[in-house]
């Protein structure tokens, strides 16, 4: 199983290009979630989406958009990149049937580091 | 809203010392409590956690209680190698959400440098 796959792994775009980051997970999980790190700033949720055909918004949604392919893939769209996009982006997946008392475990993908110029 | 805060780093340790690193947090009812580790170049992985007052979650030799009284879930290991050096994240989960997807708040991370 290779988890949580995300592509491109790096990517440098000029202040107003578009692009789109995928995901995808092979461990058959209805929840995924984008998340962007920054410096001092710890994880930050931007969306996330609880099974095929839905989304919501997470902490900090605005300049971007996400498409829940399917079950196994969810991308995350810059629409006109600004430098204060500038971060690394995790695609995370977990279970949802929540066992009582139990929780869902998020499993990382290794990242993307965008650069806004 | 929910949030944690965790002690600032970077923390510098030689090997075989003692390793505290601190978390506190703020949430409405009965949050489950976790710490995640991120290697350098990788994603985070859980490394343990705790769903309940007076839980202690282990892994790998670290430990953390899960303090009700307090609002503390603080990270120990009591002999670190070279191979933890990386950067420690504090989070917290609420109720899930309707759908089911844990939403996690996370703390801004300590960078744990263990030298030989």
């Known amino acids: 199983n290779a988890g949580v796959t995300q592509t491109p792994k790096f990517q440098v775009l000029k202040t107003g290009q578009s692009m789109t980051l995928q995901c995808a997970q092979d461990?058959?999980?209805?929840?995924m979630y984008w998340y962007r790190q920054d410096p001092g700033m710890g994880l930050r949720l931007i969306y996330y989406s609880a099974s095929e055909g839905t989304t919501d918004k997470g902490e900090v949604p605005n300049g971007y958009n996400v498409s829940r392919l399917n079950k196994r893939e969810f991308s995350l769209r810059l629409e006109s990149a600004a430098p204060s996009q500038t971060s690394v982006y995790f695609c995370?997946?977990?279970?949802?049937?929540?066992?009582?008392?139990?929780?869902?475990?998020?499993?990382f993908g290794p990242g993307t580091r965008l650069t806004v110029l | 809203g929910n949030s944690v805060t965790q002690m600032e780093g970077p923390v510098t340790l030689s090997e075989e010392a003692f390793l505290t690193i601190n978390c506190t947090y703020t949430a409405t009812g009965y949050p489950s409590l976790f710490w995640y580790v991120q290697y350098p170049g990788e994603g985070l992985q859980l490394l343990l956690k705790a769903t309940k007052a007076d839980d202690k979650g282990s892994n790998k030799g670290f430990e953390a209680t899960y303090r009700k009284e307090t609002t503390s879930f603080h990270l120990e290991k009591g002999s670190v190698q070279v191979s933890d050096s990386a950067v420690y994240f504090c989070?917290?989960?609420?109720?899930?959400?309707?759908?089911?997807?844990?939403?996690?708040?996370f703390g801004k991370g300590t960078k744990l440098t263990v030298n030989p």
């Open positions: 989070a917290l989960s609420g109720p899930p959400t309707q759908g089911g997807s844990e939403k996690l708040v």
């Open positions: 461990m058959n999980h209805n929840s």
């Open positions: 995370a997946s977990s279970e949802t049937i929540r066992l009582a008392g139990g929780y869902n475990e998020q499993f």
